[in-house]
C-alpha cells in the first residue's frame, strides 16, 4: 500500500512539473509575440526598431503637349452613323503608354463651351468628348490656363472650368468658376507621395479677362505666383507648375522663359512643364528643377497646307516627358527628401493618313518607340533632328531609343 502511494505521488508530481513547464512555455512564446507583432501589411514579423528605418516611396510621370484640337481634327473624329465624336483610335497607342504611370499630364489647349457651335481658328472650341476620351486614356493631371482659355468669351471660359470640375479623380486647374475654386488648391497622392498643380498663361491673345472675374484664367503674375506657392508649399511633398509661355514655332527657350523657369526653381517649385510654341525646345535642370520649356504638340491639326513646309513640320512632332519621383523618410534624422530621377523622354508624331474606312483624313499619336517607315519614311533623321533640339541645354535626358526592327 506505501508503495502504490509513492508511486500516485509520483505521477501526481510529474503531471504538475509537465502542466508547469508547458504554462511557462506558452507564456514566453505570448510575451515574445507581444514584443514582436505581426506586420500587417505583409504578414512579416517585424520589430519596434523598424520605426527607425528609413522608407522611401517612387511616384512614376508622364507629360506630354498641347491637346489643341482644329477643326480637322474633331471632324475627322465624327461618327455620323451615331453622331458622335470619338478619339479613342487616335490614342490608342497614348493609352497603352500611360498604363505603366501613375501621375499623367497634358495641356489642354482649347476650352469646352456646350452653349456654342464648334470652332476652329483662331477662337477655338472643342468638342468635350475629347476631354473624355484624354481622361479614358488615363490623363490626371490637366493644365488649363493658355492663350486660349478666352477664345469663347466669359461664358465660355466659365463652361469650361465647370466642366472640368465636375470631373473626379482628376487634378484639372488654371480656369475656375469662382474666387473660392481658385484657391481651393487640389491636393492629390500617389504611391503616399502628395501632390498638386498650379498653372499660368502669359495672356489670352488680347482677349481681357474681366476685372471682377480674374479667376476665370490664370494669368502670370509674379506676386500672385508667390501667393500661390506660400499657401501650397508646406502642403505637399511635390509642386508642379505648367507654364504657357514662350514663341510659337520657335524651337528655343526666351529669355523670358529662362528667367520665369529661375524664379519658379528659387521658389520652390519642384517641376515645371512648359508649353504654347506648338514644337519640342530644350529642356534643362536648374538646381534640382526640371524644366520642360516646351512639350510641343500632343495632337493638333497644324500639318495643313495652309502652313509653311516648317510648321507643319515642327508642330507634327511632340513627345512624353517622363521621371520618377522618389520620397525619402529618414526617421533618425526627422527629414523628408524629394529628389526626381531617371529623367528620359520618348518622341512622339501627330500622325496623319487617310482612313479608308471612315473615307476621310484621319489622325493618330505615334510614340517614335513604336514607330514604323509606314508612319513617317524619315523617320530616323526626325528623331535625330528633334532628339538634338530637345538636349541643346542638357544631354543628359534618356531619349527611348527607335524599335530595332521597323
Given amino acids: 500500500m506505501k508503495l502504490k502511494k509513492n508511486v500516485k505521488k509520483i505521477l501526481f508530481t510529474i503531471i504538475v512539473l509537465i502542466c508547469i513547464t508547458t ?37 512614376k510621370l508622364i507629360a506630354t503637349g498641347d491637346g489643341l484640337i482644329h477643326s480637322n481634327v474633331y471632324k475627322a473624329a465624327y461618327d455620323s452613323t451615331n453622331d458622335v465624336y470619338d478619339f479613342k483610335n487616335m490614342l490608342a497607342f497614348t493609352k497603352e503608354k500611360l498604363k505603366d504611370y501613375d501621375i499623367k499630364y497634358y495641356n489642354q489647349e482649347t476650352v469646352f463651351n456646350e452653349d456654342a457651335p464648334l470652332s476652329n481658328y483662331p477662337r477655338f472650341n472643342t468638342p468635350p468628348a475629347f476631354g473624355e476620351d484624354m481622361l479614358d486614356a488615363g490623363f490626371n493631371l490637366i493644365s488649363l490656363a493658355t492663350n486660349h482659355s478666352m477664345d469663347q468669351g466669359a461664358n465660355g471660359a466659365y463652361n469650361s472650368a465647370l466642366w472640368w470640375e465636375n470631373k473626379k479623380d482628376v487634378l484639372a486647374t488654371g480656369m475656375f468658376t469662382s474666387e473660392e475654386k481658385r484657391h481651393e488648391y487640389q491636393i492629390k497622392e500617389a504611391n503616399g507621395i502628395t501632390y498638386t498643380m498650379l498653372s499660368y498663361t502669359y495672356g489670352t491673345n ?27 508649399r508646406d502642403k505637399v511633398d511635390v509642386l508642379i507648375v505648367a507654364m504657357h509661355w514662350g514663341t510659337e514655332y520657335k524651337q528655343d527657350a526666351t529669355e523670358t522663359q529662362k528667367k520665369q523657369a529661375k524664379f519658379l526653381a528659387d521658389n520652390g517649385v519642384d517641376i515645371i512643364l512648359g508649353a504654347h510654341s506648338h514644337c519640342i525646345e530644350p529642356w534643362e535642370m536648374i538646381g534640382n528643377t526640371p524644366v520642360f ?114
Fill in 23 to 59: 504554462l511557462f512555455v506558452v507564456g514566453y512564446k505570448v510575451l515574445q509575440t507581444n514584443r514582436n507583432p505581426i506586420n500587417s501589411n505583409n504578414g512579416n514579423v517585424t520589430n519596434n526598431d523598424d520605426s527607425d528605418k528609413i522608407k522611401t516611396y517612387t511616384a
Fill in 206 to 232: 488680347g482677349i481681357p479677362v474681366p476685372s471682377d472675374k480674374s479667376y476665370l484664367v490664370n494669368l502670370f503674375d509674379e506676386e500672385k505666383v508667390l501667393e500661390d506657392i506660400k499657401n501650397v
Fill in 293 to 406: 520649356y516646351s512639350l510641343g504638340n500632343f495632337i493638333s491639326g497644324q500639318n495643313h497646307a495652309d502652313n509653311t513646309a516648317f510648321v507643319r513640320k515642327v508642330t507634327s512632332f511632340g513627345m512624353f516627358a517622363t521621371m520618377d519621383i522618389v520620397k525619402t523618410i529618414d526617421p533618425k534624422t526627422n527629414t523628408t527628401t524629394i529628389e526626381i530621377k531617371n529623367i528620359g523622354a520618348d518622341l512622339n508624331y501627330n500622325y496623319k493618313f487617310y482612313n479608308q474606312e471612315k473615307k476621310k483624313y484621319d489622325y493618330i499619336v505615334i510614340p517614335f518607340s513604336k514607330m514604323e517607315a509606314k508612319y513617317l519614311d524619315d523617320y530616323k533623321n526626325l528623331y535625330q533632328e528633334f532628339s538634338d533640339v530637345l538636349t541643346k541645354y542638357d544631354d543628359s535626358i534618356k531619349i527611348e531609343e527607335l524599335p530595332s526592327v521597323a
